[in-house]
């Protein structure tokens, strides 16, 4: 079964808005997460994580806080920019690779 | 932070040519290294574990007779599509880890478009 699960986009909204992207996921005991973001064109990016359970990620106005009686990791962010379009995905660690969700494309309007 | 290289970034060959992208950590050294593969709007599709003085270790459905992988030294890594297609057309990623168990993070390379003809 899927080891991530991540709320399918896209995802539009305008200049300053909220955002929240959801992410759960599946694992025994309590591995890393993260969030990596990947803008047009490039590579994905770290864009913050978390190492154990209440943690709270952060990074560029984004947080992420590391829940494990949800077992979840949702992306949230005050208010976006149009710079902020881009794929998001949320992942886990696995004993040496990444356990990805299938992204959420995020386009913010003017 | 650590930086993972690749090259080429992106790479336009015919159909039935062979393709080399090598994939590199510059500031630390990885016995392990991953190759993904992410077609448009989708998310990434490990294909395979690449270790050092070893062989790799493929993915179910991927075949190892056409991504060819080898890890030369603690640094390197280099994958080659043998006799592309234009199915093979995709955007190819590296990553290498660094920690261990289940708090390593992945360095990501910026990835590697093939456009085969």
């Known amino acids: 079964g899927d080891s991530v699960t991540q709320m399918e986009g896209p995802v539009t909204l305008s200049e300053e808005a909220f955002l929240t992207i959801n992410c759960t996921y599946t694992?025994?005991?309590?591995?890393?997460l993260f969030w990596y973001v990947q803008y047009p064109g490039e590579g994905l990016q770290l864009l913050l994580k978390?190492?154990?359970?209440?943690d709270k990620g952060s990074n560029k106005g984004f947080e992420a806080t590391y829940r494990k009686e949800t077992t979840s990791f949702h992306l949230e962010k005050g208010s976006v920019q149009v710079s902020d379009s881009a794929v998001y995905f949320c992942?886990?660690?696995?004993?040496?690779?990444?356990?990805f969700g299938t992204g959420t494309r995020l386009t913010v309007i003017p | 932070g650590a930086v993972v290289s690749q090259h080429p970034s992106r790479v336009i060959c015919k159909s039935g040519t062979s393709v080399k992208i090598e994939c590199r950590s510059l500031?630390?050294?990885?016995?392990?290294m991953f190759w993904y593969r992410q077609f448009p709007k989708q998310s990434l599709m490990l294909m395979a574990t690449?270790?050092?003085?070893?062989?790799?270790?493929?993915e179910q459905g991927v075949e190892k007779d056409k991504f060819l992988i080898n890890h030369a030294s603690l640094t390197l890594s280099t994958l080659t599509v043998t006799s592309a297609h234009p199915e093979d057309s995709s955007f190819y990623i590296c990553?290498?880890?660094?920690?261990?168990?289940?708090?390593?993070?992945?360095?990501f390379g910026p990835g590697t478009r093939l456009t085969v003809l």
């Open positions: 694992a025994t005991g309590y591995p890393s």
């Open positions: 978390a190492t154990k359970a209440d």
């Open positions: 500031d630390f050294q990885a016995t392990t």
């Open positions: 992942a886990r660690a696995g004993a040496n690779n990444l356990f």
């Open positions: 990553s290498a880890p660094r920690g261990s168990g289940g708090h390593n993070e992945q360095f």
């Open positions: 690449s270790n050092e003085g070893s062989k790799a270790t493929y």
